[in-house]
């Protein structure tokens, strides 16, 4: 870069510093937003659903209400292909759009995606769709950080973390789990750690917190009265557990994208056609089945009460495997999280009842199966260990049984990478990117500020920054090293965990990003 760039990338790396302590405040101003917004979603969705079990499902064994019936169903198939089709965004949980935008891989036009959102959702959950509104909420939380950066005319390098915020906030509400949504911001959507990203995430999940427990409560979104620790004669049970849940979730994986690809083309009828049948499906699971209808969180608290047997929770488990797929594959509105959650907890009551009556395990330890299978079960589809081990503590609102749920997400997350089954939205990512409706903009002239943390042996470690083959179109600007920040020079020694700040240009950020991985991340070969 020239002199007059060099300027202006000092320029804006001190309005950068100036501006911190400002965008920490708009965070806590973003997170209550995003919280007012969510809960919104939450109470549409409760609406949508007692209003079609109310005035629909509740009367099928009713022959003269079935015409009725078919009509709402395929009128809200055909308004939910049209939204979809309007507006591709909207389709599925919404996180790997939110990922594809970080990444600057697709674009995200907040309006209508926001818009479309809570009206697909409303439909799709009313309808019965085995899907859930966490991944959604996420989805609304990163659409109202990138709506309030555009009113506010934010820069670029501050939008990235406004639209992070908004996503772990959405996390937060949704699931009265701040924690749980800062960790999904570092290891879900950036897969890096940045201090910044850090305060900022936090400042707008407690925001968003504060205002879901408002009008929610402050009880964790489980009911878990009191469970036992579970003594460490029966932890040999979680290996068998653990190997279980990786397996399914290789399966589930591979069977939800199976899912996509069946429901993207004309095979054995028109694909546009396929959404109607679905649609149609879950009224008859709503009035017959309900257990595998929509997100079914409240299907939790009965399974921890033991109210199920083996065999009914068999049952269930297999149609709603099946319908969640069905639903996911259409690409109505809705996420997987809650889906993945229940079936998780069956698997658990499942085993759980197993070892109580055949190997002589207490059935108070039952419900510790129960909570370990969720978390399990989680990591193995989304592969995020730490977001799935801390959510789960929250949701219970305990972490007494953190060690125990930790040796079970580590063992669920290597199966699945011993089988190389990429995670779930890494796959859903690559699906998204091949639209080329949705390809992200970028400019040029727009300057955007990159910040990696050099690991342990990586390449650039204990290296002078004159020796290092920094990628073009890149200029380091700051070193952070602790608390002080040094102006770079050839002569600098990097050491692992100081913190470069780049700046390049907003065409050549994907790839300068990339190549800065690789040299402050990886080990030189």
Not at 22 to 33: F, K, N, Y
Not at 314 to 338: E, N, Q
């Amino acid at each position: 870069m020239n002199k007059e760039n060099n300027n202006s990338a000092y320029a804006i790396l001190d309005h950068w510093f100036n501006l911190k302590f400002i965008i920490i405040i708009q965070c806590a101003v973003l997170g209550v937003l995003v919280g007012f917004m969510v809960v919104l979603y939450r109470y549409t969705l409760e609406f949508a659903a007692k209003i079609f079990d109310r005035y629909l499902f509740s009367h099928i064994s009713n022959p003269y209400y079935w015409p009725l019936i078919l009509v709402v169903l395929l009128l809200s198939a055909f308004l939910v292909s049209k939204m979809i089709a309007r507006q591709p965004l909207i389709s599925g949980s919404g996180i790997p759009q939110v990922k594809g935008y970080l990444l600057r891989h697709i674009r995200m036009p907040w309006k209508s995606t926001l818009l479309f959102k809570y009206l697909g959702g409303f439909l799709s959950i009313g309808s019965g769709l085995s899907l859930g509104r966490e991944g959604p909420s996420i989805q609304i939380g990163a659409l109202i950080g990138k709506g309030y950066a555009d009113i506010f005319k934010h820069k670029k390098y501050n939008e990235k973390y406004l639209v992070t915020g908004g996503a772990s906030a959405g996390l937060a509400a949704a699931f009265n789990a701040p924690l749980a949504g800062v960790v999904f911001a570092l290891e879900e959507l950036h897969k890096t750690f940045s201090p910044f990203i850090v305060i900022t995430a936090l400042v707008t999940t407690i925001s968003a917190e504060f205002v879901s427990e408002h009008f929610f409560g402050t009880d964790p979104v489980l009911n878990f009265d009191f469970v036992a620790k579970l003594p460490l004669r029966y932890y040999h049970y979680l290996l068998f557990l653990s190997i279980i849940l990786g397996l399914m979730g290789v399966v589930y994986n591979r069977y939800l994208v199976k899912s996509l690809n069946f429901f993207s083309k004309d095979k054995l009828m028109k694909k546009k056609y396929k959404i109607y049948v679905v649609f149609i499906l879950s009224g008859l699971a709503v009035a017959f089945l309900p257990e595998i209808s929509r997100g079914c969180h409240y299907l939790i608290d009965p399974i921890v009460d033991l109210h199920f047997g083996i065999k009914f929770l068999l049952v269930v488990f297999v149609f709603k495997f099946i319908f969640s797929m069905l639903s996911y594959g259409t690409g109505a509105p809705g996420g997987i999280f809650l889906p993945l959650l229940v079936l998780g907890a069956i698997v658990g009551s499942i085993y759980g009842q197993t070892l109580s009556l055949f190997f002589n395990m207490e059935s108070m330890y039952i419900q510790n199966m129960i909570i370990f299978a969720m978390a399990g079960f989680l990591t193995a589809v989304v592969r995020a260990p730490i977001t799935s081990s801390i959510l789960i503590c929250e949701m219970t609102g305990s972490f007494t049984h953190f060690l125990p749920v930790t040796i079970v997400v580590v063992i669920s997350y290597l199966i699945p990478e011993l089988l190389k089954c990429p995670p779930i939205y890494d796959s859903l990512l690559d699906r998204i990117m091949d639209n080329p409706n949705i390809k992200y903009e970028s400019d040029e002239n727009t300057k955007v500020l990159l910040e990696k943390t050099v690991v342990m042996h990586a390449e650039a470690d204990h290296k002078y920054l004159s020796e290092i083959s920094w990628p073009k179109q890149c200029l380091i600007v700051n070193i952070q090293r602790g608390d002080k920040n040094y102006i770079p020079k050839g002569d600098f020694l990097i050491k692992s965990s100081d913190i470069l700040t780049c700046i390049t240009d907003e065409k050549h950020a994907r790839e300068v990003k990339i190549a800065l991985g690789d040299l402050t991340e990886h080990e030189p070969e």
